[in-house]
Each structure stands twice: as C-alpha cells, then as structure tokens.
C-alpha cells in the first residue's frame, strides 16, 4: 500500500501563488510517476502536471502551461506543484497521484494511488 497526503491549498488572490506538496509513504520501491489532477464542482477530474520518477520528463495540460511547475525530490518521497499567475478558472480540489508503472500518463485509470486532495481557492 502507498499513502499520499497532500498540503498546501488555501484561498489566494488572482495573480497569486500557492505552493502544493505530497508526501508519499508506504510501500514506495517502485519507479513511480506523479501526477497532479484538479476537479472542479460539478466537472470531471483533470489531469494538470505528471512527473516521471527522474524528474527528467514533464508535462502538463494546455491550461496550466507556463504558470505551474512540477517537481519531485526522491530522497525525501515528496513532490511539489508551484502555482503561479493563479486564475479563479484553477479553484478546485487538487489531488496528487503515483502511477507504480511509470508511465506519466494523462489518464486517471493509469494511476494506482491518490491522496484526499487540497482545496484551492483562487479569488478575483
């Protein structure tokens, strides 16, 4: 089992920033991915960043390209989702992932284990 706990979220301005963390725990011997996925009310889960578990690959949806920034540190099981130039259009509950096969997908099923996600409140 892999436990995921996010933190960070809070009420911010628009134009803001906010910093998101997830400390991984538990059975973490694999080369994991990470993701980061938003749900709005009322919308689906949407991918926003993945990571893949050298840090060297990277992407993140159309929306967020430019503002956020992923980031992972392996020796302390923790990744990271710097926020910036935020828009009311990013409030919603954000949730981190680890997909154990590595495969930095896009697509929610491709993932194994999720946190209880951190809500972010952007305000205009």
């Known amino acids: 089992q892999v436990q995921l706990v996010e933190s960070g979220g809070g009420l911010v301005q628009a134009g803001g920033s906010l910093r998101l963390s997830c400390a991984v725990s538990g059975r973490t011997f694999s080369r994991y991915a990470m993701g980061w996925f938003r749900q709005a009310p009322g919308k689906e889960r949407e991918f926003v960043a993945g990571i893949s578990w050298s840090g060297a690959i990277t992407n993140y949806a159309d929306l967020v390209k430019g503002r956020f920034t992923i980031s992972r540190d392996n020796a302390k099981n923790t990744g990271n989702l710097q926020m910036n130039s935020l828009k009311p259009e990013d409030t919603a509950i954000y949730y981190c992932?680890?997909?154990?096969?590595?495969?930095?997908?896009?697509?929610?099923?491709?993932?194994?284990?999720w946190g209880q996600g951190t809500q972010v409140t952007v305000s205009s």
């Open positions: 992932a680890v997909d154990l096969g590595g495969r930095l997908g896009t697509t929610k099923s491709w993932y194994d284990y």
